[in-house]
């Protein structure tokens, strides 16, 4: 167990640091960023001015080391266009997008394990077919229309939630929904497809031929293996949820990292570009770490890898 | 004798069309081992399952009479029944490597067998479960109450299920052919374990079995199965000594048997396959493969007698290879 999460521990190390290297090299592909940080107006001193003030003139291993060098201790550097520290402004942007992914990924869940599992325990019935049936719509739905949607209607028509901000937990409610549904077709039809398989196997009809209780059956010995894709995925779209929020953050006005990485794309503020990139991506290793470890713990043939 | 599981009529059909079993009718007496006999696909392990309330779904059983130590099994609910599983009567099965649950310990596997029909604490649960895996001759027991299944062997695996068939002292013990994954020393092993067990625990085993060397070795008395139907039964020496059916002859034929084979001629065989049966079928299941038959077969077939408590399904007299030989 513990060679284990060693071992995917020094993968991920390996991942962020390409990550890194990737993050970039891929901002300084996007053209001379002395030109677009002195702006459309500057001359060619400015320009130069620029180059020298941010180190831009430097060999590009140099800048490379610089950064990383201080990355490692939490320092990205300032941002060029918010006037404030990169750290910072992930500080402050974080919280919006840890709430908003972890409403999001617990109603999915909640949402979408119970239907999973009525889904396989009533195979082709009506039933099946309707939870089946709703993932389908769910998938085809695109999140923006969504999001109108329930501004319109809930916020709107009923006015009994908020449509934009983030002061209150009332905030996180729609926003939150509709990031669920961006991941519940996925999760409700691998709860429902591990269950049936589950429910099939030879060790089911041993714990029936035990006379063990209904409940106990498909609770205890067929959702812990059924389990086990849907920890793997749920962490995925947890990752997903994080980084890939952009559309939801903007449409309810919520100002989370997402929403950040976005701005800072758009005005050529590398440093903060390059910082969201490989912020979201520790995050990404980390919760594919701890699914690895979560399906160690769920699954024993996995402990010895 | 009262017998302990009595079998009568028993039909099990999957999906309302295909008929799996098709009246069989046999009894196990107390404290011995009955086996049903016969080849892949003639229902000798849905009828297993259908005792059991185990059918898979779309299985629909009926039964003009099945009961177990005189309870009527036919009119106790699902819940009822499952109090009867794992307590009364066990079952073990074909496949010992995917029959235990791979994400828990053969310990915790063990004890809830116990906790669920007798209450009591894990721990004497667990101490109950070290006790049984001595007696079936696992090493070690403590430190195999730990362990995963995936750690354990195949002949190892069985030896738990047998183990935890035994937690709560059944009465009988259903094993659908409990040694035909394993390997051959092993299978000796977990044949002598049986019988051992028998004696010990006073069980009475319905053993499924397609080979005809283990009902040689265990069984009291023999069902033989062919197509759904019990077509003879007899206690195992008379059913060696002198077989009435045509396919129980021919099963007989297949098996070398020392002093009996002549070396120079080759064993016997029974062309083609157990046909599948639709409903509304009538006369002899076996005559399209039997080398005796005639269009009497396509009639309903009498149940003839052929001495004390060995009856068998056939148009043909007793002793009739030495009245007319084949």
């Given at each position: 167990m513990l060679r284990l999460i060693a071992r995917r521990l020094a993968l991920g190390v390996l991942v962020a640091l390409t990550v890194m290297t990737l993050a970039f090299l891929l901002t300084r592909l996007s053209g001379d960023l002395a030109v677009s940080i002195a702006g459309p107006s500057a001359t060619q001193a400015d320009v130069e001015i620029v180059r020298k003030a941010y180190g831009l003139d430097r060999p590009l291993y140099i800048q490379f080391f610089a950064w990383t060098g201080r990355a490692m201790v939490g320092d990205f550097g300032q941002s060029y266009f918010f006037k404030?520290?990169?750290?910072?402004?992930i500080q402050k942007r974080l919280p919006i997008t840890l709430t908003l992914g972890l409403v999001g990924l617990s109603l999915a869940l909640i949402i979408s394990l119970p239907l999973g599992i009525l889904a396989a325990l009533r195979e082709n019935t009506w039933i099946d077919r309707s939870v089946t049936m709703f993932t389908m719509v769910g998938q085809a739905v695109p999140s923006f229309w969504l999001a109108l949607i329930l501004m319109i209607v809930l916020g709107l028509q009923l006015g009994i939630l908020p449509i934009s901000g983030t002061g209150t937990w009332q905030h996180f409610v729609m926003p939150g929904i509709v990031l669920a549904f961006t991941a519940i077709p996925a999760l409700t039809r691998l709860t429902r497809s591990g269950m049936i398989e589950a429910m099939a196997s030879d060790y089911i009809r041993t714990a029936r031929a035990k006379g063990l209780s209904r409940a106990r059956i498909i609770f205890k010995h067929a959702l812990r293996n059924a389990a086990i894709p849907v920890v793997s995925i749920a962490a995925v779209q947890l990752g997903f949820m994080l980084g890939g929020s952009i559309v939801i953050e903007t449409v309810f006005a919520l100002h989370g990292v997402g929403y950040l990485g976005w701005e800072s794309i758009a005005k050529n503020d590398f440093p903060v570009v390059q910082a969201v990139v490989l912020v979201l991506a520790v995050f990404y290793i980390g919760l594919t770490l701890l699914a690895d470890i979560l399906n160690a713990l769920l699954d024993p043939r996995l402990r010895t890898g | 004798m009262s017998a302990l599981l009595e079998v009568e009529e028993l039909q099990v059909t999957f999906g309302g069309r295909t008929a799996a079993v098709r009246g069989a009718s046999?009894?196990?007496?107390?404290?011995?081992?009955?086996?049903?006999v016969g080849e892949s696909g003639c229902g000798k392990s849905v009828t297993a399952l259908a005792v059991m309330s185990l059918l898979a779904r779309g299985?629909?059983?009926?039964?003009?009479?099945?009961?177990?130590?005189?309870?009527?099994?036919?009119?106790?609910?699902?819940?009822e029944m499952a109090r009867l599983r794992g307590n009364r009567m066990a079952m073990i099965f074909q496949e010992p490597m995917t029959s235990l649950n791979p994400a828990f310990t053969i310990g915790s596997q063990m004890a809830e067998v116990l906790t669920r029909h007798k209450g009591g604490s894990r721990a004497a649960a667990l101490d109950r479960a070290a006790e049984l895996m001595g007696r079936v001759g696992i090493t070690a027991p403590g430190m195999r109450l730990g362990q995963f299944p995936h750690q354990l062997s195949g002949g190892l695996r069985q030896r738990v299920m047998i183990a935890m068939a035994l937690m709560c002292d059944p009465e009988l013990l259903i094993a659908d052919e409990p040694t035909t994954a394993l390997d051959v020393t092993v299978q000796a092993q977990i044949l002598r374990l049986l019988a051992t067990l028998k004696r010990e625990f006073g069980l009475s085993i319905l053993l499924i079995t397609h080979d005809l060397g283990i009902v040689a070795r265990v069984a009291d008395h023999v069902s033989v199965m062919y197509a759904g139907e019990v077509v003879e039964r007899a206690t195992t020496a008379e059913l060696f000594r002198a077989p009435q059916h045509p396919y129980t002859r021919g099963l007989l034929s297949c098996v070398p048997v020392p002093g009996r084979v002549q070396r120079d001629r080759p064993l016997g065989s029974i062309p083609g396959v157990v046909p599948a049966i639709g409903s509304g079928f009538t006369g002899c299941a076996f005559r399209s493969r039997c080398a005796h038959a005639d269009e009497t077969c396509a009639h309903a077939i009498p149940r003839r007698q052929a001495g004390n408590a060995h009856d068998y399904l056939c148009r043909l007299e007793p002793d009739w290879a030495e009245l007319q030989p084949a």
């Open positions: 404030d520290s990169v750290a910072n402004l | 046999f009894r196990v007496e107390k404290g011995e081992t009955h086996c049903l299985g629909h059983r009926s039964a003009k009479r099945m009961s177990f130590a005189g309870t009527d099994l036919t009119s106790l609910s699902d819940r």
